[in-house]
Structure formats: structure tokens, C-alpha cells
């Protein structure tokens, strides 16, 4: 007799439950309709992705090709010709004028006509041959200081080479002293490509969850159905649960749909497990769905939703690694940086595209997205629950 109340009790829950699922699941259907139906948002569902995507893998790149390089030779020897000819062999420096003045390498540096200037002083080849030192001037145009620097490691490393297979075997030796060889682990060929298609992941996950969620709690409320939803048998959380599950799945589908093409297209290699990429996915998208939640809380208008997310999204792209090492910040930003989840995504992203990383180097940076996910959803929740 005493177990009667129980079960009924256990019944009427298994019931409630299954109306609650029942409610989410048409709010999920309604929103997704309403996406789809909505040309602006469908476009930022279909096109961004691809977009993004193309721009960062064909635009976006630190690496350098055909660089204009001007040659002044004062040697004229069969040194100095092997010299420039070893400078464009790989594709790096292409040669865009010559001349025997000096002055004339330091005018068209300054009307940026060429980035790199080659001078070759008088006496390359004779000194080369004596393993006296040979000397060689390299000028860069510094304005743009990411391709200055790339420009001269790979000056850097022709000389040398250069040096090594010119010089008498005596000479090259003592000069030398060590026998350096150098070779890069994860991405032998520092293909910059590497490096920045798979962060696309995450600020593509990122712009919908925060755009899309923003876009259509703050349009609801514009044209007036939030409030007939609140008097609806709806309850909150279950209100919250249909507004973010449709973007979550379409957060899913561009992450899909962008490592699909990096592998496939760009040639990215993919060294770790999908499924760990799908779970800090999975756990990247509570923050970036409640950011967006967050974002409609202070929005009265479509139009400051939008702008709000933009103002949302540029610190957290610059303070996340994305172009710019974080080692390379002050510390207290690399600080503030871990509040970031951004942050703690990109490096789970790149380490198990490029180093195939498993859950037990990566653990740190799961748990914080775990935290903060968790953290910036109920807090964007609840004030959702007031504000509504």
C-alpha cells in the first residue's frame, strides 16, 4: 500500500519529463524553421562558414613566395651569380631588379618597390674561397615587421647553406665549429596554412553560437512572441533549452563541414581522434551559447545584438591565441587569457589536428572549458530567466 504513492509518484515524473522533451523538441523544430526561413541568418549559416574558411586558407598566411628582391652585385663572379640563384631556387625571393649602385637598392626600398635588397660587395668570391669570411649585406623593409622576420630567417638559412657548400672543407669546419641541424616536429614544413585553418573551427562555432542565440532571443522580443512564450506552458529552463539547442547543432554542422574541407580540400593533416575534437566542441559550445544568451539579455534591437557581438567577438579573437602567441603577451593578459575559452579550445584543436595530443595531455584544457562553459550558461540563464 505504501509503494502505491511512490510509483505514482515515479510515474508522474517519467511523465513531466516526457512532456518537457516534447515542448523542447517543437521549440528546436520552430527556431530551426524560423533560421532557414530568415535569409540573413541562413546566409551567416551557409555561406560564413565556407567563407571564413576559404579566407584564412588562401589569404591569411605568414608564410612568403615570389618576395620582390632587389640585387645589387658589386663581385660579378661566378660565386655571386650561384649566391642569387641559390636565394630564388626555393620559391622564396624572386629577383624584381638589379643594379651595381648601392644607392639604388636603398631608393626602391623606400618607395617599396622590393622587401628584400641583396648586396654583394667586391672581393665575395675571393674571400669565399679563402675561408676568410666572406661577407653579404641583406637589407629588409621592416614596415611590415611578420614578413620582415620570415624574409630574414629564410635569408638567414640560404647564406648559410650557401656559406657551408662553398667554402674549402678546412675552412667551413673551423669556421663553423658545430654542426647544427635543425628540424621542426608536427609540421616539418611550417606551412602557416597548418596552423590557421584549424583555429577557423573555433571562431566559426563561436560567431553562430553568439550571433545566431543574440540575433533570435532579441527578435522574439522585438516583435513581441517572448512574452507570449513566457505565458506559455513553457518553463524557463526549457525555454532556454530551445533557444540554444538549434545553434548548437548548426555549431556542430560548421565543425563538421570545416574540418571536412581542411582535411579533404586544404590537405590538413588530421593526426588525433574526431571524437576528442567533438567533445571539447561539444564542451566550447556552452560557452559560446551562453555568451549569446548573455549578449540578448542587454539587447533591446536586432541591430545592437549585432553590434554587441562584434564587440564580444574581436577581444576574445585577440586575446585567444588565434594570431598572435599568447607567450608573446604581457602577464597579465596571459592571465586574463585563461578566462578566455577560446583559448583553451584553439590549443585543443591544434594539438589534435597537427600533434594527434590525447586526453591526457589535453585534460587542463577540457576542464576549463567545462568550467567556464558551465559557469557563463547558468549565469547567462538566470539572467535570461530575470530579464525576460
Known amino acids: 500500500m505504501s509503494a502505491a504513492p511512490g510509483?505514482?509518484?515515479?510515474?508522474?515524473?517519467?511523465?513531466?519529463?516526457?512532456?518537457?522533451?516534447?515542448?523542447?523538441?517543437?521549440?528546436?523544430?520552430?527556431?530551426?524553421?524560423?533560421?532557414?526561413?530568415?535569409?540573413?541568418?541562413?546566409?551567416?549559416?551557409?555561406?560564413?562558414?565556407?567563407?571564413?574558411?576559404?579566407?584564412?586558407?588562401?589569404?591569411?598566411?605568414t608564410d612568403i613566395r615570389d618576395t620582390p628582391t632587389f640585387v645589387v652585385d658589386h663581385d660579378h663572379t661566378r660565386a655571386s651569380r650561384d649566391?642569387?640563384?641559390?636565394?630564388?631556387?626555393?620559391?622564396?625571393?624572386?629577383v624584381s631588379g638589379r643594379s651595381e649602385r648601392s644607392a639604388d637598392l636603398v631608393d626602391v626600398l623606400n618607395h617599396g618597390r622590393a622587401v628584400v635588397g641583396l648586396e654583394i660587395p667586391v672581393g665575395f668570391e675571393r674571400d669565399l674561397r679563402r675561408g676568410s669570411g666572406a661577407r653579404v649585406q641583406v637589407l629588409l623593409d621592416g614596415t611590415n615587421s611578420n614578413t620582415a622576420l620570415v624574409a630574414q630567417g629564410y635569408a638567414e638559412r640560404i647564406v648559410a647553406a650557401f656559406?657551408?657548400?662553398?667554402a674549402p672543407a678546412g675552412a667551413a669546419g673551423a669556421a663553423a665549429g658545430v654542426d647544427l641541424r635543425e628540424r621542426a616536429w608536427f609540421n616539418p614544413a611550417l606551412a602557416s596554412r597548418n596552423y590557421n585553418v584549424p583555429a577557423?573551427?573555433?571562431?566559426?562555432?563561436?560567431?553562430?553560437?553568439?550571433?545566431l542565440t543574440s540575433l533570435a532571443v532579441v527578435r522574439e522580443r522585438e516583435i513581441g512572441t517572448l512574452e507570449q512564450l513566457?505565458?506559455?506552458?513553457?518553463?524557463?529552463?526549457?525555454?532556454?533549452?530551445?533557444?540554444?539547442?538549434?545553434?548548437?547543432?548548426?555549431?556542430?554542422?560548421?565543425?563538421?563541414?570545416?574540418?571536412?574541407?581542411?582535411?579533404?580540400?586544404?590537405?590538413?593533416?588530421?593526426?588525433?581522434?574526431?571524437?576528442?575534437?567533438?567533445?571539447?566542441?561539444?564542451?566550447?559550445l556552452l560557452s559560446g551559447l551562453g555568451l549569446g544568451l548573455l549578449v540578448s539579455t542587454f539587447s533591446m534591437t536586432q541591430q545592437e545584438a549585432f553590434l554587441s557581438t562584434f564587440?564580444?567577438?574581436?577581444?576574445t579573437m585577440l586575446l585567444s591565441g588565434f594570431m598572435f602567441p599568447v607567450s608573446s603577451m604581457p602577464k597579465l593578459f596571459q592571465w586574463i587569457t585563461l578566462l578566455n575559452p577560446l583559448r583553451h579550445y584553439l590549443k585543443i584543436v591544434r594539438s589534435v589536428f597537427l600533434k594527434g595530443s590525447g586526453l591526457d595531455a589535453l585534460w587542463p584544457e577540457y576542464a576549463g572549458l567545462l568550467a567556464l562553459g558551465s559557469a557563463v550558461l547558468v549565469i547567462a540563464a538566470v539572467r535570461f530567466r530575470r530579464s525576460a
Open 311 to 315: 564587440l564580444v567577438m574581436m577581444p
Open 83 to 94: 649566391l642569387v640563384a641559390a636565394f630564388v631556387a626555393p620559391g622564396y625571393f624572386k
Open 230 to 284: 513566457q505565458v506559455s506552458p513553457l518553463r524557463a529552463w526549457e525555454l532556454v533549452a530551445g533557444k540554444t539547442i538549434p545553434f548548437a547543432l548548426i555549431g556542430l554542422a560548421d565543425m563538421f563541414t570545416v574540418t571536412g574541407m581542411a582535411v579533404l580540400w586544404f590537405r590538413i593533416p588530421l593526426v588525433g581522434s574526431l571524437p576528442l575534437l567533438l567533445l571539447a566542441t561539444v564542451l566550447f
Open 163 to 166: 656559406g657551408a657548400a662553398a
Open 200 to 211: 577557423v573551427v573555433g571562431s566559426l562555432v563561436l560567431l553562430v553560437c553568439l550571433l
Open 7 to 61: 510509483l505514482r509518484r515515479a510515474a508522474d515524473r517519467r511523465a513531466d519529463w516526457g512532456a518537457s522533451l516534447e515542448r523542447i523538441r517543437e521549440m528546436v523544430r520552430k527556431e530551426l524553421r524560423q533560421i532557414f526561413r530568415d535569409p540573413r541568418l541562413a546566409r551567416v549559416v551557409l555561406v560564413a562558414p565556407i567563407f571564413q574558411l576559404l579566407a584564412f586558407g588562401y589569404a591569411v598566411s
